[in-house]
């Protein structure tokens, strides 16, 4: 059992740790980014809602991305532990969520927050493509595709997400410095944070994860 929440800027490699981790402990990796953006891709009421902060690099509202995280860690898959991503972003969000899980007589095993300097976050960030039919995700330089702007799973067309971009790019991670960077010194007061190295490989990034996590 795992009940961990991953945290770091945008283009901190969350994405791709949250893969290794749900793989190695067994465990749902729940993304409210993920869930937003099926919403968008949908056009439901809550996609709109999202979409409109999203697109300009701004945090949804916390009572919004609350309640559908807390909701979706009460289905049946989440009861032998869980991978937060994108949730909490704020130390008011961080409180509601110790508050459900008390209430679910629950708490967190670990805090990861993955560190990465922010001209290496602008360079993941712009150089990212991610493909309009199946989703998957490239950069231009660290994973780019086999045929340049085509996915090499479906074929289809590579595009680069709207905030993505180099101007809503550096909103994103001067929002994430504002308003998620104090959960860091909230999680300190618990204990339970650890910092990981996450501008070397994500070899050994999951590597630092797993010691510290065992």
């Known amino acids: 059992m795992l009940r961990t929440i991953l945290l770091g800027p945008p283009g901190a490699g969350k994405g791709t740790q949250a893969v290794r981790i749900v793989e190695k402990y067994n465990i749902p990796h729940i993304s409210t980014g993920d869930i937003f953006r099926e919403n968008i891709k949908n056009g ?7 979409k409109a902060y999203m697109d300009k690099g701004e945090l949804v509202p916390d009572d919004l991305v609350i309640e559908i995280a807390t909701t979706r860690l009460l289905e049946d898959d989440c009861k032998d532990g869980f991978l937060l991503d994108g949730f909490p972003r704020t130390v008011y969000q961080a409180e ?5 899980l008390k209430a679910h007589d629950s708490k967190l095993d670990i805090v990861i ?22 989703g998957a995700t490239y950069h231009v330089v660290n994973f780019p595709p086999a045929v340049e702007g085509k996915c090499d799973k479906c074929g289809g ?3 680069q997400r709207d905030d993505d971009n180099e101007e809503t790019a550096k909103n994103r991670i001067s929002v994430y410095k504002d308003q998620t960077e104090p959960l860091i010194g909230y999680y300190e007061k618990s204990g339970n944070i650890v910092h990981v190295d996450g501008s070397i490989s994500p070899e050994n990034t999951f590597d630092q994860i797993v010691k510290a996590v065992d």
Not at 44 to 50: C, D, F, I, P, V
Not at 113 to 134: H, P, Q, Y
């Open 44 to 50: 439901t009421e809550l996609g709109k809602r999202a």
């Open 96 to 100: 509601k969520l110790d508050e459900f």
């Open 157 to 159: 067309e590579l595009i």
């Open 113 to 134: 927050d993955l560190e990465v300097g922010e001209e290496e976050l602008m360079r993941r960030i712009t150089g990212r493509r991610v493909c309009k039919n199946c």
